[in-house]
T-cell receptor, first 115, second 115 residues
């Protein structure tokens, strides 16, 4: 089956630092998504990437869809306390019939901000 | 309304109980999903409904029974569960249209504990 390897597994940074995490896959995806999940909550979409090579920003967040369609990265600039949480990449593959999209999640990156 | 609402938020049940998890969205989405998430792991797909028909079952045990009464509602009926079924159960929905990049919107989840 498809696997998404996300790195690093965890990060400990100070407020104000920049963050970078990436995701690699053994398979090609049509769409890459980045979600953030807070404890006890569902994942919340941060950025969606639809084309190979696409670079997209959302405030302090920037993400890119790799040219090979097998990888993506997410950068967070000038981190703030509310950035704490688990970040998941996710690849969307389309089945033969619409509505059969399968979203495969990466292993997650846990971000902690050190006081 | 851009939310997916899940009830109950917490559920404790015995192995002989029958209970249900409920999910509702009013975004006009035509695809709905159930995911299971264990602690410190990414969400794993269980079921996909497209236009109120079951389109994907990821070999989920029959003690989990999904139901989609209409395009806005998705239920997950639980019977004779095992302690290892304790997890966060996430519902999601997406446009479900052909040729769309169907980004998933997640609910906050139902935390299930099986005693």
């Amino acid at each position: 089956g498809q696997q998404l390897n996300q790195s690093p597994q965890s990060m400990f940074i100070q407020e104000g630092e920049d963050v970078s995490m990436n995701c690699t896959s053994s398979s090609i995806f049509n769409t890459w998504l980045w979600y953030k999940q807070d404890p006890g909550e569902g994942p919340v979409l941060l950025i969606a990437l639809y084309k190979a090579g696409e670079l997209t920003s959302n405030g302090r967040l920037t993400a890119q869809f790799g040219i090979t369609r097998k990888d993506s990265f997410l950068n967070i600039s000038a981190s703030i306390p509310s950035d704490v949480g688990i970040y998941f990449c996710a690849g969307l593959s389309n089945g033969p019939n619409f509505g059969n999209e399968k979203l495969t999640f990466g292993t997650g990156t846990r971000l902690t901000i050190i006081p | 309304d851009t939310e997916v609402t899940q009830t109950p938020k917490h559920l404790v049940m015995g192995m002989t109980n029958k209970k249900s998890l409920k999910c509702e969205q009013h975004m006009g989405h035509r695809a709905m999903y159930w995911y299971k998430q264990k602690a410190k792991k990414p969400p794993e797909l269980m079921f996909v409904y497209s236009y109120e028909k079951l389109s994907i079952n990821e070999s989920v045990p029959s003690r989990f029974s999904p139901e989609c009464p209409n395009s806005s509602l998705l239920n997950l009926h639980l019977h004779a569960l095992q302690p290892e079924d304790s997890a966060l159960y996430l519902c999601a929905s997406s446009q479900g249209q052909p040729n769309w990049a169907n980004v998933l919107t997640f609910g906050a989840g139902s935390r299930l504990t099986v005693l």
